[in-house]
Protein backbone atom coordinates (compact mmCIF):
# COMPACT_ATOMS: atom_id res chain seq x y z
CA UNK A 1 0.00 0.00 0.00
CA UNK A 2 1.27 3.51 -0.61
CA UNK A 3 0.76 6.53 1.63
CA UNK A 4 0.91 10.05 -0.58
CA UNK A 5 3.78 11.45 1.98
CA UNK A 6 6.61 12.55 -0.73
CA UNK A 7 9.41 14.13 1.65
CA UNK A 8 12.44 15.52 0.19
CA UNK A 9 15.47 17.65 0.84
CA UNK A 10 17.67 19.75 -1.05
CA UNK A 11 20.59 17.44 -1.38
CA UNK A 12 18.40 14.12 -2.41
CA UNK A 13 15.10 13.96 -5.02
CA UNK A 14 11.74 13.64 -3.68
CA UNK A 15 11.64 10.37 -1.10
CA UNK A 16 8.50 8.37 -0.03
CA UNK A 17 6.82 6.63 2.37
CA UNK A 18 5.18 3.74 1.72
CA UNK A 19 3.35 2.46 4.78
CA UNK A 20 0.34 -0.04 5.57
CA UNK A 21 0.11 0.19 8.98
CA UNK A 22 0.76 2.99 11.32
CA UNK A 23 3.79 4.92 10.68
CA UNK A 24 5.18 5.21 14.42
CA UNK A 25 5.18 1.67 13.86
CA UNK A 26 7.80 1.56 10.97
CA UNK A 27 11.63 1.25 11.41
CA UNK A 28 13.36 3.97 10.55
CA UNK A 29 14.78 2.56 7.48
CA UNK A 30 11.42 2.21 6.12
CA UNK A 31 11.78 4.99 3.67
CA UNK A 32 12.90 4.75 0.68
CA UNK A 33 14.86 6.69 -1.37
CA UNK A 34 15.81 7.72 -3.85
CA UNK A 35 12.60 7.15 -5.90
CA UNK A 36 11.78 9.78 -8.79
CA UNK A 37 8.16 10.65 -8.66
CA UNK A 38 6.30 13.41 -10.69
CA UNK A 39 7.66 16.56 -9.95
CA UNK A 40 5.14 18.64 -7.76
CA UNK A 41 5.11 22.21 -6.91
CA UNK A 42 5.24 24.22 -3.43
CA UNK A 43 1.89 25.82 -3.57
CA UNK A 44 3.19 29.15 -2.03
CA UNK A 45 6.32 29.62 -3.95
CA UNK A 46 6.62 27.43 -6.57
CA UNK A 47 9.75 25.49 -5.60
CA UNK A 48 10.27 21.20 -5.47
CA UNK A 49 7.48 20.18 -3.24
CA UNK A 50 8.91 18.24 -0.09
CA UNK A 51 5.21 17.30 1.27
CA UNK A 52 2.23 16.21 -1.10
CA UNK A 53 -1.54 16.45 1.36
CA UNK A 54 -3.57 14.42 -0.83
CA UNK A 55 -6.19 14.92 1.38
CA UNK A 56 -5.78 19.00 1.74
CA UNK A 57 -4.85 18.92 -2.48
CA UNK A 58 -2.02 20.84 -1.04
CA UNK A 59 1.87 20.20 -1.53
CA UNK A 60 4.46 21.99 -0.03
CA UNK A 61 8.52 22.85 0.04
CA UNK A 62 10.22 21.74 3.50
CA UNK A 63 10.37 25.95 4.61
CA UNK A 64 6.42 26.79 3.94
CA UNK A 65 5.83 22.70 5.27
CA UNK A 66 7.56 24.13 8.46
CA UNK A 67 5.49 27.30 8.66
CA UNK A 68 2.23 25.72 7.70
CA UNK A 69 2.02 23.42 10.86
CA UNK A 70 2.50 25.84 13.35
CA UNK A 71 0.28 28.23 11.61
CA UNK A 72 -2.51 25.14 11.36
CA UNK A 73 -1.69 24.70 14.79
CA UNK A 74 -2.74 28.15 16.05
CA UNK A 75 -5.99 27.96 14.01
CA UNK A 76 -6.75 25.31 15.73
CA UNK A 77 -6.13 26.36 19.49
CA UNK A 78 -8.15 29.12 18.99
CA UNK A 79 -11.13 27.55 17.02
CA UNK A 80 -11.60 24.90 19.97
CA UNK A 81 -10.26 27.99 22.34
CA UNK A 82 -7.76 25.60 24.03
CA UNK A 83 -5.34 28.26 25.93
CA UNK A 84 -4.06 31.72 24.84
CA UNK A 85 -0.24 32.69 25.82
CA UNK A 86 -0.70 34.08 29.31
CA UNK A 87 -1.33 30.20 30.45
CA UNK A 88 1.14 27.65 31.87
CA UNK A 89 1.34 24.69 29.65
CA UNK A 90 1.96 21.21 30.77
CA UNK A 91 2.87 19.11 27.46
CA UNK A 92 2.82 15.49 28.48
CA UNK A 93 6.06 13.97 26.35
CA UNK A 94 6.87 10.28 25.31
CA UNK A 95 9.79 11.29 23.31
CA UNK A 96 8.20 9.59 20.06
CA UNK A 97 7.77 12.28 17.08
CA UNK A 98 4.31 13.82 18.12
CA UNK A 99 5.06 14.51 21.74
CA UNK A 100 7.76 16.42 20.95
CA UNK A 101 7.05 17.93 17.87
CA UNK A 102 4.08 19.45 19.87
CA UNK A 103 6.09 20.95 22.28
CA UNK A 104 8.46 22.05 19.22
CA UNK A 105 5.72 23.68 17.41
CA UNK A 106 4.29 25.47 21.20
CA UNK A 107 7.49 26.68 21.37
CA UNK A 108 7.55 28.38 18.27
CA UNK A 109 4.44 29.54 18.76
CA UNK A 110 5.52 31.21 21.81
CA UNK A 111 3.58 29.62 24.57
CA UNK A 112 5.05 28.86 27.98
CA UNK A 113 5.52 25.41 28.00
CA UNK A 114 6.94 22.77 30.22
CA UNK A 115 7.37 19.16 29.43
CA UNK A 116 6.40 16.06 31.59
CA UNK A 117 8.18 12.90 31.09
CA UNK A 118 7.04 9.98 32.90
CA UNK A 119 9.42 7.46 33.22
CA UNK A 120 7.69 3.58 32.95
CA UNK A 121 10.61 1.00 33.52
CA UNK A 122 9.67 -0.21 30.29
CA UNK A 123 12.37 -2.43 28.78
CA UNK A 124 10.48 -4.54 26.05
CA UNK A 125 14.04 -5.84 24.47
CA UNK A 126 14.30 -2.18 22.89
CA UNK A 127 15.75 -0.08 26.12
CA UNK A 128 12.19 1.50 25.24
CA UNK A 129 11.68 3.79 28.47
CA UNK A 130 15.52 4.71 28.89
CA UNK A 131 16.03 5.50 25.27
CA UNK A 132 12.67 7.74 25.13
CA UNK A 133 13.79 9.20 28.33
CA UNK A 134 17.32 10.19 26.61
CA UNK A 135 15.66 11.33 23.68
CA UNK A 136 13.49 13.86 25.53
CA UNK A 137 15.90 15.28 27.58
CA UNK A 138 18.21 16.10 24.46
CA UNK A 139 15.42 17.74 23.15
CA UNK A 140 14.68 19.39 26.15
CA UNK A 141 18.76 20.36 27.42
CA UNK A 142 18.87 21.59 22.91
CA UNK A 143 16.07 23.69 23.21
CA UNK A 144 16.94 25.42 26.98
CA UNK A 145 13.36 23.97 28.08
CA UNK A 146 12.04 23.06 31.18
CA UNK A 147 11.67 19.05 31.81
CA UNK A 148 10.20 17.48 34.74
CA UNK A 149 10.45 13.88 35.07
CA UNK A 150 8.62 11.75 37.23
CA UNK A 151 9.98 7.76 37.35
CA UNK A 152 7.10 5.02 38.27
CA UNK A 153 9.51 3.10 40.20
CA UNK A 154 11.33 5.32 42.31
CA UNK A 155 7.83 7.37 43.28
CA UNK A 156 5.47 4.02 43.46
CA UNK A 157 7.63 2.01 44.29
CA UNK A 158 7.50 -0.73 41.29
CA UNK A 159 8.14 -0.53 37.23
CA UNK A 160 4.39 -0.37 35.31
CA UNK A 161 5.01 -4.37 34.41
CA UNK A 162 5.31 -4.93 38.25
CA UNK A 163 2.63 -3.18 39.41
CA UNK A 164 0.41 -4.78 36.74
CA UNK A 165 1.28 -8.07 37.75
CA UNK A 166 1.21 -7.00 41.24
CA UNK A 167 -2.69 -5.95 40.92
CA UNK A 168 -3.94 -8.79 38.55
CA UNK A 169 -5.08 -6.08 36.42
CA UNK A 170 -5.09 -6.03 32.51
CA UNK A 171 -4.94 -9.88 31.31
CA UNK A 172 -1.09 -9.78 31.22
CA UNK A 173 -1.05 -7.05 29.28
CA UNK A 174 -0.17 -3.69 31.63
CA UNK A 175 -1.88 -0.97 29.75
CA UNK A 176 -5.10 -0.77 31.87
CA UNK A 177 -2.66 0.25 35.10
CA UNK A 178 -0.33 1.89 32.67
CA UNK A 179 -3.20 4.74 31.54
CA UNK A 180 -4.39 5.02 34.80
CA UNK A 181 -0.60 6.23 36.33
CA UNK A 182 -0.20 8.26 33.42
CA UNK A 183 -3.14 10.55 33.93
CA UNK A 184 -3.02 10.43 37.65
CA UNK A 185 1.08 11.93 37.15
CA UNK A 186 0.15 14.15 35.01
CA UNK A 187 -3.12 15.22 37.03
CA UNK A 188 -1.00 15.67 40.12
CA UNK A 189 1.93 17.88 38.71
CA UNK A 190 -0.05 20.05 36.60
CA UNK A 191 -2.08 20.50 39.79
CA UNK A 192 1.04 20.69 42.34
CA UNK A 193 2.87 23.09 40.00
CA UNK A 194 0.17 25.17 39.20
CA UNK A 195 -0.09 24.72 35.51
CA UNK A 196 -3.19 25.61 33.75
CA UNK A 197 -3.46 23.07 30.96
CA UNK A 198 -2.22 19.70 30.03
CA UNK A 199 -1.65 19.03 26.51
CA UNK A 200 -1.24 15.76 24.99
CA UNK A 201 0.39 14.47 21.22
CA UNK A 202 -2.99 12.58 20.01
CA UNK A 203 -2.80 13.28 16.52
CA UNK A 204 -5.58 12.57 14.35
CA UNK A 205 -4.95 8.68 13.19
CA UNK A 206 -5.42 8.28 17.31
CA UNK A 207 -8.65 10.42 17.68
CA UNK A 208 -9.97 8.61 14.60
CA UNK A 209 -9.30 5.14 15.93
CA UNK A 210 -10.82 6.28 18.98
CA UNK A 211 -13.52 7.47 17.68
CA UNK A 212 -13.83 4.76 15.47
CA UNK A 213 -13.87 2.03 18.28
CA UNK A 214 -16.29 4.17 20.85
CA UNK A 215 -19.00 3.89 17.78
CA UNK A 216 -18.46 0.39 17.25
CA UNK A 217 -19.70 -0.07 20.34
CA UNK A 218 -21.85 3.01 21.02
CA UNK A 219 -20.40 4.43 23.93
CA UNK A 220 -22.32 7.40 23.98
CA UNK A 221 -20.81 8.40 27.50
CA UNK A 222 -17.30 8.39 25.98
CA UNK A 223 -18.82 9.70 22.49
CA UNK A 224 -20.16 13.19 24.28
CA UNK A 225 -17.18 13.40 25.82
CA UNK A 226 -14.11 12.85 22.91
CA UNK A 227 -13.36 16.25 21.95
CA UNK A 228 -9.86 18.23 21.21
CA UNK A 229 -10.60 19.64 24.67
CA UNK A 230 -11.73 18.25 27.94
CA UNK A 231 -13.11 21.59 30.81
CA UNK A 232 -11.19 21.08 33.93
CA UNK A 233 -13.34 20.12 36.33
CA UNK A 234 -12.36 20.28 40.62
CA UNK A 235 -9.08 20.00 40.99
CA UNK A 236 -7.88 18.33 37.59
CA UNK A 237 -6.74 21.09 34.52
CA UNK A 238 -7.94 21.28 31.29
CA UNK A 239 -6.52 18.50 29.17
CA UNK A 240 -5.66 19.69 25.49
CA UNK A 241 -4.85 18.14 22.12
CA UNK A 242 -3.29 20.80 19.82
CA UNK A 243 -2.45 18.46 17.01
CA UNK A 244 -5.98 16.06 16.86
CA UNK A 245 -6.66 17.36 13.06
CA UNK A 246 -3.07 16.55 11.66
CA UNK A 247 -2.66 13.06 10.06
CA UNK A 248 -0.15 11.12 12.30
CA UNK A 249 1.74 10.96 8.46
CA UNK A 250 2.16 14.76 9.10
CA UNK A 251 3.59 14.68 12.22
CA UNK A 252 5.89 12.22 11.05
CA UNK A 253 6.99 14.77 8.08
CA UNK A 254 7.32 17.18 10.37
CA UNK A 255 9.46 15.88 12.79
CA UNK A 256 11.88 14.28 10.25
CA UNK A 257 12.15 17.85 8.26
CA UNK A 258 12.42 19.93 11.59
CA UNK A 259 15.18 16.90 12.75
CA UNK A 260 13.34 16.00 15.57
CA UNK A 261 15.22 12.70 16.72
CA UNK A 262 12.58 10.45 18.53
CA UNK A 263 11.87 6.68 19.36
CA UNK A 264 10.88 5.55 15.86
CA UNK A 265 9.71 2.19 17.85
CA UNK A 266 6.27 1.89 19.75
CA UNK A 267 5.85 0.79 23.13
CA UNK A 268 6.71 -3.15 22.66
CA UNK A 269 2.74 -3.71 25.16
CA UNK A 270 1.22 -1.96 21.95
CA UNK A 271 2.12 -4.98 19.99
CA UNK A 272 -1.41 -6.22 18.47
CA UNK A 273 -3.89 -3.72 20.17
CA UNK A 274 -6.88 -3.13 19.43
CA UNK A 275 -6.34 0.48 18.28
CA UNK A 276 -3.80 -0.19 15.97
CA UNK A 277 -5.86 -2.85 14.27
CA UNK A 278 -8.22 0.34 14.26
CA UNK A 279 -5.95 2.60 12.15
CA UNK A 280 -4.96 -0.22 9.98
CA UNK A 281 -8.17 -0.17 9.28
CA UNK A 282 -8.98 3.43 9.25
CA UNK A 283 -5.67 3.70 6.60
CA UNK A 284 -7.10 0.90 3.87
CA UNK A 285 -10.10 3.55 4.19
CA UNK A 286 -7.90 6.55 3.79
CA UNK A 287 -6.03 5.22 0.78
CA UNK A 288 -9.11 4.41 -0.90
CA UNK A 289 -10.69 7.90 0.11
CA UNK A 290 -8.29 10.17 0.87
CA UNK A 291 -10.02 12.39 3.31
CA UNK A 292 -12.40 10.20 4.62
CA UNK A 293 -10.49 10.07 7.92
CA UNK A 294 -10.52 13.66 8.43
CA UNK A 295 -14.11 14.02 7.14
CA UNK A 296 -14.88 11.16 10.16
CA UNK A 297 -13.24 12.76 13.34
CA UNK A 298 -14.88 16.66 11.88
CA UNK A 299 -18.53 15.51 10.92
CA UNK A 300 -18.40 13.85 14.75
CA UNK A 301 -16.93 17.10 16.15
CA UNK A 302 -19.82 19.18 14.58
CA UNK A 303 -22.47 17.26 15.26
CA UNK A 304 -21.24 17.16 18.87
CA UNK A 305 -20.99 20.85 18.86
CA UNK A 306 -24.81 20.91 17.65
CA UNK A 307 -25.63 18.78 20.35
CA UNK A 308 -27.41 16.42 18.34
CA UNK A 309 -25.44 13.48 18.66
CA UNK A 310 -27.58 11.49 20.37
CA UNK A 311 -31.01 13.91 20.05
CA UNK A 312 -33.48 12.60 18.59
CA UNK A 313 -35.35 14.87 16.02
CA UNK A 314 -38.48 15.40 16.31
CA UNK A 315 -40.32 14.35 12.87
CA UNK A 316 -43.47 16.70 13.56
CA UNK A 317 -40.78 19.75 14.03
CA UNK A 318 -39.61 19.37 10.48
CA UNK A 319 -42.24 21.58 9.32
CA UNK A 320 -44.05 18.10 7.00
CA UNK A 321 -47.21 19.09 5.33
CA UNK A 322 -48.85 16.89 2.45
CA UNK A 323 -48.11 17.15 -0.95
CA UNK A 324 -50.58 18.92 -2.96
CA UNK A 325 -50.29 16.19 -5.86
CA UNK A 326 -49.99 12.95 -3.91
CA UNK A 327 -50.93 13.81 -0.46
CA UNK A 328 -47.61 11.87 0.96
CA UNK A 329 -45.75 14.25 3.89
CA UNK A 330 -43.34 16.71 2.39
CA UNK A 331 -41.32 19.47 3.63
CA UNK A 332 -40.72 20.82 0.53
CA UNK A 333 -42.08 24.23 -0.77
CA UNK A 334 -45.33 23.07 -2.81
CA UNK A 335 -44.95 19.49 -5.10
CA UNK A 336 -43.23 16.43 -3.15
CA UNK A 337 -39.71 16.13 -4.44
CA UNK A 338 -41.28 12.93 -6.13
CA UNK A 339 -44.25 14.98 -8.11
CA UNK A 340 -41.43 17.35 -8.76
CA UNK A 341 -39.20 14.73 -10.69
CA UNK A 342 -42.60 13.33 -12.55
CA UNK A 343 -43.46 17.08 -13.30
CA UNK A 344 -39.93 17.34 -14.88
CA UNK A 345 -40.36 14.36 -16.41
CA UNK A 346 -43.31 14.66 -18.20
CA UNK A 347 -42.29 18.27 -19.34
CA UNK A 348 -39.17 16.23 -20.93
CA UNK A 349 -41.57 13.60 -22.49
CA UNK A 350 -44.25 16.51 -23.71
CA UNK A 351 -41.20 18.18 -25.76
CA UNK A 352 -39.71 15.23 -26.96
CA UNK A 353 -43.21 14.09 -28.06
CA UNK A 354 -43.47 17.16 -29.79
CA UNK A 355 -40.21 17.17 -31.31
CA UNK A 356 -41.73 14.13 -33.25
FE1 LIG B 1 1.60 2.02 28.48
FE2 LIG B 1 2.89 0.78 26.55
FE3 LIG B 1 0.39 0.11 27.04
FE4 LIG B 1 0.94 2.47 25.95
S1 LIG B 1 1.28 0.46 25.03
S2 LIG B 1 -0.47 2.12 27.62
S3 LIG B 1 2.87 3.00 26.93
S4 LIG B 1 2.12 -0.14 28.41
ZN1 LIG C 1 7.46 26.84 -0.77
Redesign the pocket.
Known amino acids: MWSNLLLSSPAEPIIEIRYSQPESRLPNNYIEYPITVFAMKCRKCGAKASVNMRQHRLALCKEHYLEWVPEQTERFIKKYQMFDRGDKILVAI ?1 GGKDSLSLWDILVRLGYQADGLYIG ?1 G ?1 DGGIN ?1 SSESHRLTEKFANENNLKLHVVDVENEYGQP ?2 ML ?1 EISHRGHG ?7 L ?2 RHVMNRIARDLGYDVLATGHNLDDEAAVLFGNTLQWSSEFLLRQGPVLPSTEGLARKVKPLCRFYEREMTAYALLRGIEYIYE ?6 G ?1 TSIYYKELLNKLETDRPGSKLTFYLRFLEARQRGDLFAEKDIRQANLHPCPNCGQPTSAQGLCSFCRLMEKAEGVATISRSAL
Open positions: SLIYIPSKPCAVCGTKECPFAES
